[in-house]
């Protein structure tokens, strides 16, 4: 199907009267997912957001119920979002990025009942990236510019039109109700096109990966990598696939709120015990720790890398670490061990 | 859908007991508001649970009560930080928040039918206490060979428990040793760390399990005293703590290796250790 450009905001308010949409606002220099009001506010003109839509199912911030006691207990109320939302225009790595997170948040014993929520009542309508940035890395990482996998439906930029693919039930019902025309042989070949001439520049070889870090956890090689690290977590926070987060309370007296908020691994107080001490004491244990999980542990336990190649943490980062360049350095170091 | 993993369930503080004389340590009774909550809560030794004071938060505690004593459960906490000082500071009748049961527990249909010797230092008894409650328990006690305790703390007020100790070196089915680190004017037991004691009990490794539970240090020196017993890797059951917030796997922070202190644990044998890294 074909979708003129200058439709699109129409076509979106459409949408928000049934749905919450986020989509891509320009917020100064760059770019953020955000809930959007009229059509016109989202801008499709970006590389991607600085931080990525994840954020949509799980908030940097969000109540998990909200307390009071009373002479009889306690009263407790679930703050479970059960919304209907569009996310519109997100990039196929981050798409790719909620799948893995999906085994997180519905563990081998658990349900995460906010994430899980979120997520059934979620569409996802993707935008193919016909430009990808010099920092991307999405190949390396099992994806590409025109992943289609976990996506609702995905679009692709012919210049005045989109070209619009429905690759679920949920995304044909959500394309049906834009009423567009079937495109033509020429669009479709302009699509193909587009297709070939998105380029990625670079490649990370992860061959031997896995082999490596499931022997070099007490290798020399950890001593050097965090060497310049301030410590910041702008990785972390700016990662599609990053997890960690944490529980406050928020209260006066004894009626309140519980609240998670996002943490991150590369901080002291994140693992340290009551009694002072801590398992990840310096800056060598936490960024091992980082790498490790996305690597290794999270192959280990579900059988695919915590990484979309996204290339934030790259563009992100105030003292130009690489993680390309760290992998790469893993798996040109030698075997020794111990 | 199951349910909310991150729901408290409602409990009466009943109980606010200072258990070590250095008033550090006290031991708190909940009982829970609804049966139907009680009956939602089925655990088993070894397991922790979230013990929440609404306004302040949630902190993880080993409980120390067993599923053979219905009605209540008990957590020993020490105060260390926000959530645990509010709790020490309580009044009895206050409501709280309890979710869980978290965790595994101790292998006790697999523990069937050997020696058990448990060691224990200083504050980390609490779910000791749970294990050896549920295996002196009549309906189990005939299940297990020949039950030895070895508790050790710095000196006599700081051991926690101190009625039930007595009444358990009044019986023939258990065989407690008790040990404080420097001699006390009136302490006419074992004077000696644990490790050493360890090594004058010398327990019997065959067809036995030794679980382990107490600050680094005495589980360094106490490791290589099981050993010579003739302990392997699989005989030797542990009991890790990590900072945790979730309990449920997804916050990411309890993490060994590729295993969730929370999810995974906190029980493993230490040959499931010693394939992990030492970040406990």
């Known amino acids: ?338 | 859908m199951q349910r909310n993993p991150y729901l408290p369930l409602p409990v009466k503080l009943v109980k606010n007991f200072t258990e070590t004389e250095d008033r550090l340590i006290h031991t708190f009774t909940f009982q829970f508001l609804s049966e139907d909550d009680e009956k939602s809560f089925p655990y088993m030794p070894g397991q922790f649970a979230e013990v929440c004071v609404f306004g302040k938060g949630e902190a993880p505690f080993g409980i120390a009560s067993s599923p053979t004593e219905p009605g209540f459960l008990k957590f020993s906490v020490a105060k260390v930080g926000v959530v645990s000082t509010a709790l020490h500071l309580m009044e009895e009748g206050t409501t709280a928040g309890v979710r869980g049961p978290l965790g595994n527990h101790y292998p006790v249909e697999q523990m069937k039918g050997k020696n058990i010797v448990i060691i224990g230092g200083g504050f980390a008894f609490t779910t000791l206490r749970s294990l050896i409650t549920y295996i002196l328990e009549p309906e189990h006690r005939g299940d297990y060979g020949k039950l030895t305790v070895i508790y050790g703390a710095r000196n006599p007020g700081l051991l926690l428990y101190k009625d039930e100790l007595e009444d358990w070196d009044s019986r023939s089915d258990i065989d407690l040793v008790c040990t404080i680190d420097r001699p006390v004017e009136g302490w006419t037991r074992r004077v000696g760390f644990v490790p050493a004691v360890t090594k004058e009990v010398a327990p019997n490794s065959e067809n036995s399990v030794a679980i382990i539970c107490g600050p680094p240090v005495m589980i360094k020196f106490t490791m290589p005293e099981l050993e010579a017993c003739g302990f392997m890797p699989e005989q030797v059951i542990m009991s890790l703590e990590n900072r945790m917030k979730c309990g449920i796997g997804m916050c990411g922070r309890c993490n060994v290796g590729n295993k969730y202190v929370c999810k995974d644990g906190p029980v493993f044998t230490k040959a499931e250790l010693n394939q992990l890294p030492g970040e406990y």
């Open chain 1, 1 to 338: 199907m074909i979708m003129s450009k200058s439709a699109l905001p129409d076509l979106l308010d459409k949408l928000i009267g049934e749905y919450e949409v986020y989509a891509p606002v320009k917020e100064g220099y760059y770019s953020l997912f955000k809930k959007i009001t009229a059509g016109g506010e989202a801008c499709f003109d970006y590389a991607n957001s600085k931080i990525p839509p994840k954020g949509v199912l799980f908030p940097q911030s969000e109540k998990l119920f909200c307390y009071s006691l009373t002479g009889e207990g306690a009263k407790i109320e679930d703050c479970i979002d059960s919304g209907k939302k569009v996310v519109f225009g997100l990039r196929p790595c981050d798409a790719r990025s909620l799948l893995l997170l999906d085994n997180v948040f519905k563990n081998d014993q658990y349900t995460d009942p906010y994430y899980m929520t979120r997520r059934e009542n979620t569409l996802l309508v993707g935008m193919a990236c016909i430009n990808p940035a010099g920092t991307c890395f999405c190949t390396s990482m099992d994806s590409g510019p025109f992943d289609k996998t976990g996506l609702d439906v995905l679009l692709t930029d012919i210049g005045d039109a989109y070209l619009v693919e429905a690759l679920s039930d949920a995304g044909k019902a959500l394309v049906e109700k834009f009423g567009l025309g079937d495109s033509g042989d020429e669009q479709n070949e302009a699509a193909a096109k587009a297709r070939e001439a998105a380029e990625l520049t670079c490649r990370v070889n992860t061959g031997e990966l896995k082999a490596k870090l499931d022997i070099n956890f007490y290798h020399a090689i950890w001593e050097r990598f965090h060497e310049k690290c301030l410590g910041c977590a702008a990785c972390t926070y700016s990662c599609p696939t990053c997890h960690c987060f944490d529980i406050v309370d928020e209260a006066v007296d004894c009626n309140g709120c519980r609240v998670r908020n996002w943490d991150s691994c590369m901080f002291p107080l994140f693992t340290m015990h009551g009694s002072g001490h801590n398992p990840r004491p310096g800056g060598k244990e936490r960024m091992r720790q980082r790498i490790m999980h996305k690597f290794k542990y999270f192959v280990d336990n579900f059988n695919a890398m915590a990484c979309v190649g996204c290339g934030r943490c790259i563009k992100n980062c105030p003292v130009n670490l690489d993680i390309r360049e760290i992998l790469a350095d893993i798996q040109e170091e030698g075997r020794s061990d111990k």
